[in-house]
């Protein structure tokens, strides 16, 4: 599909978005990597994109290129006080947030072609923006509220305090109704948009994340070793560290993994590198288990890590597995695949649209230690099945889900829709 976009602004307001992610840090995962990868992407067909941000750090740059790319920058819009927010209590500070981005975009005599918000916040702030400016307006959930309360259970009242829920939810509804389009992750997210928000329209597109193939591949004799001591057959987990990853779930179901395979172990990485007490209280977690079933020489947390170490520690392992019950997507899943490992997930999650059972990976219940155990002991006892596995996974990531494809995919998406009116 033709177009002639020049300038997009992108919108992610929550975390801590730099040009290079300290991954792992309080909300800050999949969806930076997500808008990172995305605008470098659109930036190599001549697209200049720039991503707004809060600005709570007074150390950092308002304004800060994101190296080797000069037409992609990150763009700090300070909004309330000087301090991190977590994104479940950061609505306070939107309005002022959109006022001063507006203010911002005015000053600096900026012509957006559209403007794309990521999540609920951004989503908040990029209707405000986008009506100021009279331009268009385009959104991506990532995660739907609704679903995540669905998932996760727990005491209502206990669990509205810790997620607000009900303002999340009726601001993801306004959004919906506000966009020129929206996009999902996958076939996962539009039934439960249509499911627990009753919601159906015709300006919805499902478009995947993307992986970056130059940097996930499989080994090759230049790549670099782990930097760290890793055991010599291990299967490996990265993610942040949050109580609805799943981490006790995978140290339930690989307590019955070592009973049956001998010498293999448990590498679970991910968390910030300075740990908040959030994240403290699921490593504190992991570690009673870990006790619990005596696996101490098993099972080794290896916390934050570095990007020079994401290639080797994934190329490294035997297999890759995410945990979590409901995740949207999961982007590791398909750095993982890349890399030639084969995946164990869960069937309730995104990347069951990626993943076909038992030919690129194996789509499981985490809640059912018995089958997710079962489906790591099968690959680990047939080296045969595990190769062709991550093989078939590598070669089904490199042909549909490199962000160059991905970045065609939201072209197509702004022609499509920047005329669409609810």
């Not at 009900?166 to 109704?177: N, P, Y």
């Not at 910030?272 to 101490?296: A, L, T, Y």
């Not at 890590?305 to 290639?311: A, C, I, N, S």
């Amino acid at each position: 599909m033709d177009h002639n976009f020049k300038h997009i602004a992108m919108l992610s307001t929550h975390g801590y978005f730099d040009p290079v992610p300290k991954l792992g840090q309080t909300d800050t995962g999949g969806q930076v990597v997500y808008v990172l990868e995305l605008a470098k992407a659109l930036s190599q067909i001549g697209i200049k994109v720039d991503i707004y941000t809060r600005w709570f750090d007074k150390s950092q740059e308002q304004v800060d290129p994101v190296p080797g790319n000069p037409d992609v920058r990150i763009i700090r819009i300070p909004a309330g006080p000087w301090e991190f927010i977590p994104k479940e209590f950061i609505y306070d500070v939107l309005p002022g947030l959109s006022e001063n981005m507006t203010a911002f975009i005015r000053t600096n005599q900026i012509d957006y072609d559209l403007f794309h918000g990521h999540y609920v916040d951004a989503g908040i702030v990029a209707i405000d923006v986008a009506r100021a400016l009279n331009k268009p307006l385009f959104f991506t959930a990532h995660s739907l509220g609704a679903w995540k309360r669905d998932q996760m259970g727990g005491e209502p009242e206990e669990m509205e305090k810790k997620f607000n829920f009900k303002h999340r939810i009726a601001e993801e509804l306004r959004i919906f109704e506000s966009v020129n389009g929206q996009s999902l992750t996958s076939k996962v997210q539009l039934e439960k948009l249509n499911e627990l928000y009753n919601y159906y329209a015709n300006n919805i597109e499902i478009i995947p994340p993307g992986v970056n193939v130059h940097t996930y591949h499989k080994p090759t004799a230049g790549d670099p070793k782990p930097r760290i001591q890793l055991p010599d057959k291990y299967i490996y987990c990265l993610s942040r560290l949050d109580t609805n990853k799943g981490h006790d779930l995978l140290l339930h179901a690989f307590d019955l993994v070592r009973k049956e395979v001998e010498g293999i172990d448990l590498v679970i990485g991910g968390g910030s590198p300075d740990p908040k007490p959030r994240e403290q209280g699921v490593i504190n977690m992991m570690h009673n288990i870990i006790e619990e079933k005596q696996m101490q020489g098993r099972v080794k947390l290896i916390g934050y890590v570095p990007d020079e170490d994401m290639l080797a520690n994934y190329q490294y392992a035997q297999m890759f597995v995410l945990p979590s019950k409901f995740e949207p997507f999961g982007m590791t899943s398909q750095e993982a695949m890349a890399c030639g490992q084969p995946v164990v997930a869960s069937k309730f999650g995104g990347i069951r649209n990626v993943i076909t059972d038992g030919k690129t990976g194996f789509l499981i219940d985490p809640d059912n230690p018995q089958e997710f155990a079962a489906a790591m002991i099968k690959l680990l006892k047939d080296q045969e099945l595990l190769e062709s596995i991550g093989k078939n996974a590598n070669e089904m990531i490199r042909a549909h889900y490199s962000w160059e494809a991905i970045a065609g995919e939201h072209l197509d998406f702004y022609s499509k829709y920047s005329s669409f009116t609810n």
